[in-house]
Structure formats: C-alpha cells, structure tokens
C-alpha cells in the first residue's frame, strides 16, 4: 500500500454505518486532478493543514470550496473533480450507504451531489460537536490517536440515534445486490414489502441514502463492472456487461459514459497506465487525470 496512504476499520460497533477511515500524509502525486465517481457513499474529509479544498461537480456544472472546516461530501450521481494541491494532509470517514443517515442525523437527501463545510449545519442543535472535531483532531498527537477520536465521536452520536428502518436496510442490501436474475426485484415490490406507498418509500430511501432507489441501482451495478474491471487485463466487455447485471453493452457503455466520464474500455487502459497513483483501496472511486487524459 502506498506509503502516503494509512486506513483502518472503526470500531466494531460502528461497521455496519462506517466503512473505514482513512488518511493521506505528504501526497505528493504527479497528476493534479482526480475525478471521484460515484459510489452511493457520503465522505467527511478534514484538511488537517487547514488548505483549501476544492470540488467541481461535472454533472451540475457547480464548483465549491470549503477552507478551515470540515467538508462533507453526500452521494453523487455523476463524477467530480478535485485538484490534489490541497490534499497533502487529509483524514477523512468513508460511510458506507445505510450509515451516513444514523450517524450526521440529517436528511441524506440535503447531501446530494452537494460538498458542504460542517459550519452550514449549525443549524442542527445536535452537532455542536461538529465545530470542535478540526482541532481536536489537528492537536492529536498521531493519526492513530485521531482515529480512536473518531470512534469516540460516532460511538456518541450511535448511542443517541434512532434505530435504522429494517425495509430500507433490506431495500439497501437488494439493490447494492451483485445477484443476477431474469427479473430483478422492483422498486415496487420493495415498497410492498415494507407496506409503504410506492412515493412514501422513494421518499424515504432518498432521505436515507441520497439518491432514488433507480439511480443506487444503477451505481451499485456500475461499481460492481468497475470493480470486475479490476481483475482482467483484456476483457471480454460482452460477458464482463452481462455478469455485472447490464443488458448488453452498449447498456454499460452508457452508464460509464454518465458516471465516470469516458467509455469502459477508456478508463480501463487509463486505470492500468496509473495503478500506481491510486492507492487500492481507492480505486473504485478515485481516477487520477492527467494532461493527456480525453
């Protein structure tokens, strides 16, 4: 793994609403821009230097900058950019899809395609916490301190929380599905199910992850092709599109078009020739560009 990059799982009582933290120190890469595809996922990302951090969103077309506060990331529906300049020293929180919610007790539905400094939640009477988490963990004597901080932070905020609707954990887990069928699970039955009108339950689900459930479909599929991608050096592109749930190819092409910016094949050979930008564990969401890049 790559010296600059340290990750580490939290807390066991916090796995199912965290799927790990992680931390860049002395980043130095050679390209100056990452495009960040979507992957269902809320990010909280604290400069520990207090730089400026910068997010272009490709598919609203809007830029935000958030310095000397904590930025917080909700669910994309199409990829941005970041430039790496402010990156040298960062910590952040990877939630996973059914977590976010329990854990920043907001709509999730306010995050999305949104990058937020945590000041703009002052009005949420509960996060007070929030203000003092910078230099808390700017005045931690290492990162491993500052993760144990974290585990406090979200242990606290767990112990207050609601517990989580049992249909939408379970439309979660059928939709983030890698399961093939002939006639996958409908929205519709998912709404039967937990005994919600087809609105009500779209309504929830967006309150609880972000996104429709027909757009956190899509994504898992698209991350689950990306992640198959991983395996093979040359591809067979037809099977690989019909394995991740896809009806053909020209239905994947169209998706990567839309979530990543560039065709299957194109990100593919882009992804070999900088494996070693990236660390592992970021590669399902992270594309490092460079100048040549189309």
């Known amino acids: 793994m790559s010296s600059f990059y340290k990750r580490r799982l939290p807390h066991q009582s916090l796995r199912r609403h965290i799927d790990s933290y992680w931390c ?26 207090g730089e400026l951090l910068e997010v272009v969103n490709q598919g609203v077309g809007v830029s935000y900058q958030v310095k000397g506060q904590p930025l917080l990331s909700g669910p994309l529906s199409s990829y941005s950019e970041i430039p790496t300049r402010g990156q040298q020293m960062l910590l952040g929180v990877h939630f996973r ?19 937020i400094g945590l000041d703009e939640l002052r009005r949420h009477k509960s996060d007070v916490e929030w203000f003092l988490l910078q230099d808390r963990l700017r005045n931690s004597a290492n990162h491993n ?8 932070i979200f242990q606290s905020r767990l112990a207050q929380s609601e517990p989580s609707p049992p249909a939408l954990l379970h439309a979660i887990r ?35 992850t972000g996104l429709t459930p027909t757009i956190f479909r899509r994504i898992s599929r698209f991350q689950r092709a990306l992640s198959a991608l991983g395996r093979f050096n040359t591809p067979d592109w037809s099977q690989l599109a019909l394995d991740s749930g896809y009806f053909d190819q020209s239905h994947m092409i169209h998706d990567f078009h839309e979530f990543s910016g560039c065709t299957p094949r194109a990100l593919h050979r882009y992804r070999l020739s900088t ?19 189309t």
Request: charged share 20%.
């Open 174 to 208: 059928v939709l983030s599905s890698g399961i093939i069928a002939e006639e996958p699970v409908s929205v519709a039955s998912l709404a039967h199910e937990a005994g919600w009108s087809h609105r009500h339950f779209i309504s929830r689900f967006q309150d609880f």
């Open 275 to 293: 494996s070693l930008d990236v660390p592992i564990p970021e590669q399902g969401q992270i594309l490092p560009i460079r100048p040549t890049h």
């Open 97 to 115: 899809p059914e977590g976010a919610r329990d854990l920043l007790r907001i709509p999730i539905s306010e995050l999305r395609d949104q990058h």
């Open 24 to 49: 860049y120190d002395g980043y130095h890469p050679a390209h100056h821009t990452e495009r960040v595809l979507p992957s269902n996922t809320v990010e909280l990302v604290v400069s520990l230097w």
């Open 145 to 152: 301190e500052r993760f144990h901080l974290l585990d406090e």
